[in-house]
């Protein structure tokens, strides 16, 4: 599925094929909820939650893990949105409301709402969503962790964007009621066999959706590995972060 501003990658062979391995992480209640699996469609999956992101950079480093997605914005704007969230709200539709603007770079370390608010006001005349404000903590913490070029194997994923390229067309129902919670899962199921095993179960301090979220991320780790993926954005923060969102 195509959309403005959308372009696809198809690059021969896999990034890191000697490591075949991924991950895909959503933010939960307490930490970071990490999907790993192969890069090979139908390899098994493996669910944990982390508390610090160190713990996956530091499998990266050490070639346990090839590539890792990871559903929270990487490279902020100074001012204004993001061409990527702009494109990712065209490409879910009726989803869109799921896809907010990224907070800028000068909302890091607001101590509260208003703090951040302010900041942005002053900066844009804009404020920013109370949704936007429950990640800022995680985009942080992010931020500290990345660089240019560990952008090569840690990418950016929406999962609204990951399964509307997994299906071809939007959810039709939003992810927390029963009827989305099965879409998704018939979706995931034609990607990774043993879901239903995973989603059955309980990972404490994250909800059922989080997990749901965290495979269709690693889908598109996966994609990513494989040089496959949809590309929406790819313009460059002022630390020369790409602001990029990978499905």
Same mark, same amino acid.
């Given at each position: 599925?195509?959309?403005?501003?959308?372009?696809?990658?198809?690059?021969?062979?896999?990034?890191?094929?000697?490591?075949?391995?991924?991950?895909?992480?959503?933010?939960?209640?307490?930490?970071?909820? =990490?999907?790993?699996?192969?890069?090979?469609?139908?390899?098994?999956?493996? &669910?944990?939650r @982390?508390?610090? +992101?160190?713990?996956? /950079?530091? %499998?990266?480093?050490?070639?346990? +893990? #090839?590539?890792?997605?990871?559903? @929270?914005? @990487?490279?902020?704007?100074?001012?204004?949105?993001?061409r990527?969230? &702009? %494109?990712a709200r065209?490409?879910?539709?009726?989803?869109?409301?799921? =896809?907010?603007?990224?907070?800028?770079?000068?909302?890091?370390? #607001?101590?509260?709402?208003?703090?951040?608010?302010?900041?942005?006001?002053?900066?844009?005349?804009?404020?920013?969503?109370?949704?936007?404000?429950?990640?800022?903590?995680? &985009?942080?913490?992010? !931020?500290?962790? /990345?660089?240019?070029?560990?952008?090569?194997r840690? *990418? %950016? =994923?929406?999962? $609204? *964007?990951?399964?509307?390229?997994?299906?071809?067309?939007? /959810?039709?129902?939003?992810?927390?009621?029963?009827?989305?919670?099965? $879409?998704?899962?018939?979706?995931?199921?034609?990607?990774?066999?043993?879901?239903?095993?995973?989603?059955?179960g309980?990972?404490?301090?994250a909800?059922?959706?989080?997990? +749901?979220?965290?495979?269709?991320?690693?889908?598109?780790?996966?994609?990513?590995?494989?040089?496959?993926?949809?590309?929406?954005?790819? !313009?460059c !923060?002022?630390?020369? +972060?790409?602001?990029?969102? @990978?499905?």
């Amino acid at each position: 599925m195509r959309g403005a501003g959308i372009t696809v990658a198809a690059e021969p062979g896999v990034r890191g094929a000697a490591v075949p391995k991924v991950a895909g992480l959503d933010g939960c209640r307490r930490g970071w909820v =990490v999907v790993t699996t192969g890069a090979a469609l139908g390899a098994p999956c493996a &669910v944990r939650r @982390i508390t610090d +992101l160190g713990e996956v /950079m530091g %499998e990266l480093e050490s070639g346990d +893990l #090839a590539t890792v997605g990871v559903d @929270i914005p @990487i490279g902020l704007p100074d001012v204004g949105p993001r061409r990527c969230d &702009v %494109e990712a709200r065209i490409m879910v539709g009726p989803r869109r409301a799921s =896809v907010f603007p990224a907070p800028l770079r000068a909302m890091l370390g #607001a101590a509260t709402y208003e703090e951040a608010a302010g900041r942005g006001v002053a900066l844009s005349g804009k404020s920013l969503s109370r949704q936007a404000y429950g990640i800022l903590s995680k &985009v942080g913490e992010m !931020d500290r962790v /990345m660089t240019p070029d560990r952008q090569d194997r840690v *990418v %950016e =994923v929406h999962p $609204e *964007v990951s399964f509307t390229a997994m299906t071809g067309r939007p /959810m039709a129902y939003a992810k927390r009621c029963p009827a989305g919670r099965a $879409e998704r899962l018939a979706a995931l199921r034609a990607v990774f066999p043993d879901v239903d095993g995973h989603a059955d179960g309980r990972v404490r301090g994250a909800s059922p959706d989080d997990v +749901l979220d965290a495979f269709a991320v690693a889908w598109s780790a996966r994609r990513w590995l494989a040089g496959e993926h949809l590309r929406l954005g790819g !313009d460059c !923060d002022r630390r020369g +972060l790409r602001m990029e969102i @990978i499905a």
